[in-house]
């Protein structure tokens, strides 16, 4: 089978050598299952050195089981959850809040992916009319679904908005070491310290086989996130192969260096296609996506060269996406050949 790499998603990287290396090496004799093992409470530490020694820290398998158990330990079914029209909950997902949480999705027209205090604060009435579902939770991205970084004073802002009206913050933060290398400080002020209550914290597109982790700023206010997470067939037996993956990215900064590449090449691409005929980058470029228009005909034999998707078809909308295996000779392939169609060669 011949190896590429594509611009479609980091999703689609392969697994990092260390994590890799850790994986093998958990890979010996007998642990007791479903996390009561050395792997595990190692790889809590190491959450704990980054975000506090307060924190909870609990395993999932994947994005979407991570958001869902998040917000169905926090809110009943008459509630809600406000979150950007963007939001992954809301079009990536398949209907799992909606199916396993039962609550309803209150979604913000944005045209940056990101919510402000002012939006969501226009989303909350009907508070205590029984006839109304009734707001308890707000999620936003970090970084969002078009890669753009929301700053910790912007998290702030939200944070208090939600807090003052009795509402919890949730942070979907598939791409939080993305946006924290961007911001160029510390996980917890990216996150926890701007007032974020929980937080999914994404390890897949950050160079790990599998595995997310749901971090509780508070352990108080979900003490029966653990019940949840078994309903939602979240609960790993084999615990210890996901743990090890979190100490390999998180105890000797593997994950700031992967980030900062996949953010780097990200820029590298979108100054090579800036400069391509008829390319229009159309969003900030803060993190590990370029969004861009360009025109419709040089889309499919673009895709040609590497994989990408179309964003918004009618636009002539695509994303590019690069990760921490992305190379400078990736882009340069991809920009020569963006360039070639735009002057028919």
């Known amino acids: 089978m011949t190896a590429s790499r594509t611009f479609a998603s980091d999703n689609n990287a392969g697994v990092h050598p260390e994590v890799m290396a850790a994986l093998a090496a958990a890979n010996e004799g007998h642990v007791h299952a479903y996390g009561d093992d ?54 990536d997902e398949c209907g799992a809040f909606e199916h396993l949480v039962g609550g309803k999705l209150l979604t913000v027209p944005t045209s940056d992916g990101k919510l402000t205090a002012e939006l969501v604060e226009a989303s909350i009435h009907g508070v205590g009319v029984e006839h109304h579902i009734q707001p308890r939770v707000v999620s936003i991205t970090q970084a969002t679904e078009y890669g753009t970084v929301y700053t910790p004073h912007e998290i702030r802002a939200i944070a208090e908005a939600a807090h003052a009206h009795g509402l919890w913050l949730h942070m979907d933060g598939a791409r939080i070491a993305n946006a924290t290398v961007s911001l160029g400080c510390s996980l917890r002020e990216a996150s926890l310290d701007a007032g974020v209550d929980v937080l999914s914290f994404g390890g897949t597109k950050n160079g790990i086989l599998m595995g997310e982790a749901v971090v509780f700023a ?80 040089s889309i499919v034999p673009l895709q040609g060269v590497a994989d990408f998707y179309l964003w918004d078809e009618p636009h002539s909308e695509v994303r590019w996406v690069t990760s921490w295996d992305t190379t400078e000779s990736d882009v340069e392939r991809f920009a020569a050949a963006a360039l070639q169609l735009a002057h028919g060669v």
């Open 218 to 297: 508070d352990p108080t206010m979900a003490p029966g996130f653990k019940y949840v997470r078994k309903q939602s067939m979240q609960l790993a037996s084999k615990m210890r192969f996901m743990a090890a993956q979190f100490t390999a990215l998180l105890q000797d900064d593997l994950w700031w260096r992967n980030a900062s590449h996949a953010n780097a090449m990200a820029e590298l691409l979108a100054q090579k296609m800036a400069s391509v005929p008829g390319v229009e980058i159309f969003q900030k470029v803060q993190a590990n996506e370029v969004f861009a228009r360009m025109p419709a005909e």
């Open 38 to 91: 050395p792997y595990t409470q190692e790889a809590i530490g190491h959450f704990r050195r980054h975000f506090g020694e307060e924190v909870a820290v609990h395993f999932v398998f994947n994005g979407t089981g991570a958001n869902v158990s998040a917000l169905g330990a926090l809110m009943r079914s008459y509630e809600a959850c406000i979150c950007p029209e963007t939001a992954h909950i809301n079009v």
